[in-house]
């Protein structure tokens, strides 16, 4: 049973548009998570946050933005896409537990982008 | 440089038979170590995780894996594989002590179970 929900699940579009990937969750999580994932390969950090308002850019460049004005909602946007962004996307979330690293995420099922 | 690694790209398994997948990490410290399950077409799931204490953590679906510190290892293994076990598995950890706390993943390891 989902809890974390990410849309749409797939998406062809051409170069040059913009698009919203959709990720919300319903746990109450405070942090929530964008991956990006090339098929067989490992999964890379692109922007995280730690609560509202606050967002920051992970390991791998990106030129994608993210907002988080709401607790339960991340949405991740391409301004421009290219054929370079064709990838999927998985959204996480976990649990602030101030107890340190331990809360593990949780994952939506991803949208897979492709860019023509 | 702090890594997760899986040294097995691709994996083939008969039906009943055990199964191991390989995971070693590199950090200055103990990190905190999952294993996740992506089934095709599918999100992450968490199979295990260990913090600390016994080395040896059971999972969901017959799924268990041993923490080796001296071989800087975190092993998943089952003793009998099921067809439905086909997929690819993540191995990840937290390698640092900021804030952020992200996991790092390994590459994964695509497993595929013969009849």
């Known amino acids: 049973e989902a809890d974390i929900y990410q849309t749409p699940r797939y998406l062809v579009i051409g170069t040059g548009k913009k698009i919203t990937l959709e990720c919300s969750q319903t746990?109450?999580?405070?942090?929530m998570y964008w991956y990006q994932q090339d098929p067989g390969m490992e999964l890379h950090l692109i922007h995280y946050s730690y609560g509202v308002n606050s967002t920051e850019k992970g390991d791998l460049s990106s030129e994608s933005t993210v907002s988080r004005i709401r607790t339960e909602h991340f949405p991740l946007t391409l301004e421009s896409a290219r054929p370079s962004h064709t990838s999927q996307y998985l959204c996480a979330s976990s649990q602030h537990t101030g107890l340190g690293n331990n809360s593990p995420l949780h994952f939506g099922n991803g949208t897979r982008l492709t860019v023509t | 440089a702090q890594s997760v690694t899986q040294p097995d790209i691709h994996i083939t398994v008969s039906e009943g038979a055990s199964l191991e997948l390989r995971c070693n990490y590199s950090?200055?410290?103990?990190?905190?170590l999952f294993w996740y399950v992506q089934s095709p077409g599918q999100g992450l799931q968490l199979l295990l995780k260990?913090?600390?204490?016994?080395?040896l953590v059971q999972g969901i679906k017959g799924f268990e894996a041993e923490f080796k510190r001296s071989q800087s290892s975190f092993n998943l293994r089952k003793p009998s594989v099921h067809w439905s076990d086909a997929a690819e598995y993540f191995c990840?950890?937290?390698?640092?002590?900021?804030?952020?706390?992200?996991?790092?993943f390994g590459s994964g390891t695509r497993l595929q179970v013969q009849p």
């Open positions: 746990m109450g999580h405070d942090k």
């Open positions: 950090y200055g410290a103990t990190p905190y």
């Open positions: 990840a950890g937290t390698l640092e002590d900021t804030g952020r706390r992200a996991l790092t």
């Open positions: 260990y913090f600390s204490g016994d080395t």
